[in-house]
């Protein structure tokens, strides 16, 4: 990190830090009061031996003492006092920013789209908003008032020295180099040693989750012998690099200690000397040795926070480049607010598209959607037919050509009121943790009871909703009641029923049911479609034989358009993939029972 670099982090986590300084001035008032009653007990020693050397026990003497003993209570009392408002006061800030930076990483995460995330592992980017804002905590609580508070003590500290003796302070100096090299060994091989045991750590974490989320496929392929090596070979990692730290740990500590205990023998010999000499009081010989460890720990410490304070600047700038991360679709200066309903007209012209890796998914797609018309994208799997109904929520921009809504560039109006008119059943369904009735308000926060049932209702959840052991209360989701994929489905058209918007997008809706629920949304879908204009892509075609218009993708581009009865009359791929249809479900084709459901859902 560069010098100018640094001086910006450090502007930029002082600038969170801003609305705490009250209590971060109060703890640095605190840490430097510290420093002060550190330096005033040896005094207070030092005058306690300077007046008993010669000293005769009279009634003097007698208030003397008590004054001192006094003295040094209130001193201690003090620093009780001053240690509590310089530890908690700072942590105060320290904590207050990292929640403040927390807060504000998960808001800018969210504002940044689809793209961004394309390449991104979620482990990596849970780990920034979590483990790089503690770094915060670790600058505002510790490194910056570490690096404060021990530059003022050796400060002080060297003061009395030298103007108690300045020879022996001088000759006190002769260690610093030792303990300065020992702290760097420390900080050169003790410390990555400690990052090499988090990263083994880490490592052993995500094998663990990755193990106990893929438990079925494990027990399923009877991999667990292997699979239990693996683990194992991780723990044994871990433990193997725990202990290298800790064997580092335990050859540099002594050395640490060992040159900074050189100072004792330092006073011991020339000191000695100079008391001997008459040259120096007994009391200063004396306040040498107590002031020795307030003199040799500033030093120690020194390099330590100097090395902490990087270690959280770095962190701090992972999280300063990740906020400078501009969201790729956004609202354009001036965009459009859509106050009402849209009509719901969509217009694509040449639009081409691709993701950030990999080659050209769409090209040159020209396709027109009446309002209240239903059209259907059907094609081969991978084509990208989810790629194109992504494109009309902006999920990702087009790269070339334009969308338009009743006649406007989506790219003009503003993001979230587009998208207020959008109801969309992905092809994934996701649950949150939560129960039913939070996911399918989800769709629309705002509704009653009443309207959240008629919703579940229309999607034919109602009826298995009621047979959960709390019905709309059930707690689903990776904590929860497993639902079966058709109930999942469900639950996601329920939320799309609810948000009662003019475009309604299905993908896949119908994918994983049986046969028959797929008649019972179909039929949900029917009266939902009502008024509303749908783009609908299924693979099962038998779905959307009904649709105004089936648009058949191909190698990138729209090889057909027409109604179920234009199309069948060509020799096309659309014909082609029904026939395979037919060939592969015979039976449902024929059953004429399923053929009167389906007419009647049509009709
Ligand atoms: N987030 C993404 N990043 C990069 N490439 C992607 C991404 N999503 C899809 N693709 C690629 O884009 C192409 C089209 O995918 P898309 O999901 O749109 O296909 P699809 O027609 O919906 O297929 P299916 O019928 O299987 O759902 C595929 O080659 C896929 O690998
Ligand atoms: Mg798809």
Redesign the pocket.
Known sequence: MGECCRVKTLLFVLGYARRYMTSMVVAIIAMIGLVGVQLTAPAIIRELVAAVEGGVWDQGAMDFVLRLALLILAVYAGRAVLRFFSSYMSHVAGWNVVADVRRRIYEHLQGLS?RFY?DKQTGELMSRTINDSDMFERLIAHAVPGVLVNALMLIGVTLVLVSMNWRLSLLTLIPIPLIVLAMRGFARYVRPAFRQRQQELADLNATLADNLSGIREIKAFVREGTEALRVSDHIDRYRDSMLRALRLMATFEPFVEFSSSLGTIVVIYFGGRLAFQQVLPIADLVAFFLYLELFYQPVRNLSAVWEQFQESLAGADRVAEMLDEEPEVKDQQGAIRLKERAGGELMLRDVSFH?S??EE?LEGINLHIPQNSVVALV?P????????ASLIPRFYDVCEGCIELDGRDIRTLELESLRRQIAIVL?DVFLFHGTVRENILFGRPGATEAEMIEAAKIANAHAFIEQLSDGYDTVIGERGVKLSGGQKQRLSIARAVLKDAPILILD?ATSSVDTETELLIQEALERLMVGRTTLI?A?RLSTIRKADMIVVLEGRRIVEMGNHQQLMARDGLYRHLNEVQARIEPLQEDEGESRDLRRSAFN
Do not use: F, M
């Not at 991978?382 to 790629?387: E, F, P, R």
């Open positions: 689809l394309e993701y890796r990999g998914v094609g799997t991978g084509v990208g037919k989810t790629t194109l092809q896949e892509i693979h």
